[in-house]
């Protein structure tokens, strides 16, 4: 499993923005499906967004649908999270994750908890805050 490194978090107003990287220690991520992650406070992690490895599929979940993007620079090795439009609701600890071996983008995004076949960052925090 590779082990993945979170960075971007921040304190941002309402309707601003945020972009997020995660990076492989040590490795690199042009060879894994990746996915972004949210935990808010008193609430479960959900994905929200998971990009393919060549980045031809993308999933989005509907809470940040048309709001952020995720891709990805295969040539760095890294994939990052562009959030726009923040409201406070977007508060939380973002994770990375990475599957071992393929598997489809909102397969990732919907069932990653509990899965051991999976690698998580330490997580960013994200405050949206007037």
């Known amino acids: 499993q590779v082990q993945l490194v979170e960075s971007g978090g921040d304190l941002v107003q309402p309707g601003g923005s945020l972009t997020l990287s995660c990076s492989a220690s040590?490795?690199?991520?042009?060879?894994?499906?990746v996915g972004w992650f949210r935990q808010a406070p008193g609430k479960e992690r959900e994905g929200i967004a998971c990009?393919?490895?060549?980045?031809?599929?993308?999933y989005y979940s509907e809470s940040v649908k048309g709001r952020f993007t995720i891709s990805r620079d295969n040539d760095k090795g890294t994939v990052s999270l562009q959030m726009n439009s923040l409201q406070p609701e977007d508060t939380g600890v973002y994770y990375c994750?990475?599957?071992?071996?393929?598997?489809?983008?909102?397969?990732?995004?919907?069932?990653?908890?509990?899965?051991?076949?999976?690698?998580w960052g330490q997580g960013t925090q994200a405050t949206v805050s007037s």
């Open positions: 994750a990475a599957p071992v071996g393929s598997m489809p983008v909102q397969n990732l995004c919907d069932h990653a908890h509990g899965r051991a076949d999976i690698s």
């Open positions: 040590g490795a690199t991520l042009a060879y894994y499906v």
């Open positions: 990009i393919s490895i060549t980045a031809g599929s993308k």
